[in-house]
C-alpha cells in the first residue's frame, strides 16, 4: 500500500510570506495529525483530525496556522505569516483509527530566511 | 500532561554488538502504550516497536526487544547484533489508551554504528 506522501519536501521562503504544507493520507486512514519538529527535538502534535473534524487543535498557534481536511481526506496546513522561529520539519501522520500505529510521512522542511 | 525523557543524546555501538537506549516517562494515566521511533536521515519516523501498558511480557521485534518496567517508569529499547542500517535518531513516544491521541516524544537518541 502506498505511504502517507507528503508534498512539497522542501520549501524556502521569506519571513512574513505565506506557505502551505499538503498531505494524503492512507487510505482508509481515518485519523490524521500534523506534527511539528524543531531541529534537534522530537515531533510535537500540532493537530489532530477524525475524518474532516479537528478533535484536538489546542497546540496550534490559531493567530497564524490553519489548517482544513476537506472530505475527511488530504490535509493542508498553512502558515500566514511565516517567522523566522517556524523553521521546522512539519511530519503529517495518518493511522486507521483509535489504538492503531501512526504511520508518518517524509516531511516538508521548511526554511525561513 | 505526560512528558517523556531520553537522557542520551548519542550512543555509539560496534557492529554486531548490543545496545541499549534509555526511555523514561511520566504519566498519571494506567491505560497507555509506548513506542520506540526510527528516524533515518530521510526523516521518515519508521515504528520500530510498541507495548502496552497492560501487558507485563516485553515486546520483541526480531533483534529489538524491550525492557518495559512500569512501576519505575522505564522502557529501555535494545538492539541486539547492531547492522549499519540501525544507524539513525530514535525517539521513545507515549500515547494515551482508550483513543487515537497524539504521540509525545522524547527528544532522541542518536545511534551511531562503528564498522
Known amino acids: 500500500e502506498a505511504g502517507v506522501v507528503q508534498s512539497p519536501r522542501y520549501k524556502i521562503i521569506e519571513k512574513k510570506q505565506p506557505v502551505a504544507f499538503w498531505c494524503n493520507p492512507i487510505s482508509g486512514h481515518n485519523t490524521l495529525y500534523w506534527y511539528r519538529q524543531n531541529l534537534g527535538q522530537g515531533p510535537e502534535l500540532l493537530i489532530r483530525?477524525?475524518?474532516?473534524?479537528?478533535?484536538?487543535d489546542s497546540q496550534l498557534p490559531k493567530d497564524r496556522f490553519s489548517a482544513e481536511r476537506l472530505k475527511g481526506v488530504d490535509s493542508t496546513l498553512k502558515i500566514q505569516p511565516a517567522e523566522l522561529g517556524d523553521s521546522a520539519v512539519y511530519l503529517c501522520?495518518?493511522?486507521?483509527?483509535?489504538?492503531?500505529?501512526?504511520?508518518f510521512g517524509d516531511g516538508t522542511r521548511l526554511s525561513i530566511l | 500532561a505526560q512528558t517523556v525523557t531520553q537522557s542520551q543524546p548519542e550512543m555509539s555501538v560496534q557492529e554486531a554488538e548490543t545496545v541499549t537506549l534509555s526511555c523514561t516517562y511520566d504519566?498519571?494515566?494506567?491505560?497507555?502504550?509506548l513506542f520506540w521511533y526510527k528516524q533515518p536521515p530521510s526523516r521518515q519516523m519508521i515504528l520500530v516497536i510498541r507495548q502496552e501498558a497492560y501487558k507485563q511480557q516485553n515486546a520483541t521485534e526480531n533483534r529489538f526487544s524491550v525492557n518495559f518496567q512500569k512501576a519505575a517508569k522505564s522502557f529501555s529499547l535494545k538492539i541486539s547484533d547492531s547492522q549499519l542500517g540501525d544507524a539513525a535518531m530514535y525517539f521513545c513516544a507515549y500515547r494515551n489508551g482508550g483513543g487515537a491521541d497524539g504521540l509525545t516524544f522524547g527528544k532522541g537518541t542518536h545511534l551511531i554504528i562503528q564498522p
Open positions: 501522520a495518518s493511522s486507521l483509527g483509535s489504538n492503531q500505529p501512526q504511520h
Open positions: 504519566t498519571s494515566e494506567s491505560d497507555y502504550y
Open positions: 483530525y477524525e475524518n474532516e473534524e479537528a478533535v484536538d
